[in-house]
């Protein structure tokens, strides 16, 4: 895949500008290649959900520890060569940046072109705008069915969250702690099939339909999920170490519990 080639229909029919698609293609070259000395390397889109996650991670996650999560091994091994490497980390970076300015955006719907857009393409669409005969060779190399919408995305966004659960841990502040069980359910309802009859096709609208009405509002319900959890993180920041009986904690101190709250309103209570 080259690097102007990448423009994959997202389920809000958001176009990327020519910056996000040459980054994507770029990754998408690397990831092609990787893959070509190690099969097990994931697709993109799983990459996308992880790194969306760990945007929403409440301390920063550093290569050393995402990396050999997503290719099962460290940059040592992933990469043939510095030239490779450095290609595949300055289109993370790239990325990595162009989410975050999503996320920090002040929107009000989906359709704002400054909305996150993930990645994710309607897998399903591309197959039912396929030839017969293209559709015949694909199934001879593939044995398992294309996934529904957003299902790889939020696979890579759970994977996150349960390989540094300790961070994803719900506070003790009960308000905070629901809408984070509430926010993580919408993303991980992602994860299962699309039963429900297809309505509408994200790939090419002119082929037949492959995506639920149901499945296209709970993947935009996700992507609200995925801003809730953004400013959760935010506005916690990194959780802190358990407070020993011989530490000493100011009362106007944050609670040592990452609440978020003072400690006089808090533990201290």
């Known amino acids: 895949m080259t690097d102007d080639s990448y423009q994959p229909d997202t389920p809000l029919h958001v176009e990327l500008d020519d910056a996000t698609a040459a980054t994507l293609g770029t990754l998408e070259a690397v990831l092609d290649a990787v893959r070509a000395r190690h099969p097990d390397t994931p697709q993109w889109e799983f990459c996308e ?18 990396l050999p999560v997503l290719f099962g091994r460290d940059g040592a091994q992933v990469f043939a060569s510095p030239a490779e490497s450095t290609r595949f980390f300055m289109g993370w970076m790239e990325r990595k940046a162009q989410l975050s300015a999503e996320l920090r955006a002040p929107i009000d719907s989906l359709d704002d072109e400054r909305a996150l857009s993930p990645a994710v393409l309607d897998w399903r669409g591309l ?27 939020a696979a890579g966004f759970m994977t996150a969250v349960d390989i540094w659960a300790d961070d994803w841990a719900y506070p003790r502040d009960k308000e905070i702690a629901e809408n984070m069980r ?8 992602l994860l299962d099939d699309d039963t429900g009859p297809p309505a ?12 639920s009405q149901a ?31 011989d530490d000493k904690v100011g009362r106007n101190d944050p609670c040592p519990c990452g609440s978020g709250k003072k400690y006089k309103k808090c533990c201290a209570g």
């Open 182 to 189: 509430d926010a993580l359910d919408c993303v991980a309802d």
């Open 200 to 211: 509408l096709n994200l790939y090419n609208p002119d082929a037949p339909p492959s995506v």
């Open 215 to 245: 499945r296209f509002e709970a993947f935009g319900e996700a992507l609200w999920a995925v801003y809730d959890l953004y400013d959760i993180a935010t506005a916690l920041g990194p959780r802190i170490a358990p407070v020993r009986k």
């Open 49 to 66: 959900g992880l790194m969306t996650a760990l945007l929403c991670t409440r301390r920063p996650i550093g290569d050393d520890e995402w």
């Open 127 to 153: 197959m039912a705008s396929l030839t017969e005969a293209e559709r015949a060779e694909i199934d001879k190399a593939q044995s398992a069915p294309p996934p529904a919408l957003g299902q790889v995305w």
